[in-house]
């Protein structure tokens, strides 16, 4: 099993990125994803979680209207869009992939994580 984060870097204030995880060794179309980030000193957040097929999403109010999340299954991929980038966004972004069976927590994977850094 493999979550592969890609796309993070240094941007500035205002600015925008599109992040994207790759997926292998399971079958992407029956998970729960999830982007979840981590800044220096702080608790793991949820950013954002997109159902597995992709039709309900729900995001942190703290990134509502400037964060997209997104999911191609044919392609095993989860997608961030980031816009309005701003100085506490900055983070290691992680992958996350879910399957639930009912209420039971049946397999958790992560991926390595991005580096985003807002700076001007």
């Known amino acids: 099993v493999q979550l592969v984060e890609s796309g993070g870097g240094l941007v500035q204030p205002g600015g925008s990125l599109k992040l994207s995880c790759a997926a292998s060794g399971f079958t992407f179309s029956n998970y729960f994803m999830s982007w979840y980030r981590q800044a220096p000193g702080k608790e793991r957040e949820l950013v954002a979680a997109i159902n597995s097929a992709g039709g309900g999403t729900n995001y942190a109010d703290s990134v509502k209207g400037r964060f997209t999340i997104s999911r191609v299954n044919v392609k095993n991929t989860m997608y961030l869009e980031i816009n309005s980038l701003k100085p506490e966004d900055t983070a290691v972004y992680y992958c996350?992939?879910?399957?639930?069976?009912?209420?039971?927590?049946?397999?958790?994977?992560w991926g390595q994580g991005t580096q985003v850094t807002v700076s001007s």
């Open positions: 996350n992939a879910r399957l639930w069976r009912g209420t039971v927590l049946v397999y958790n994977y």
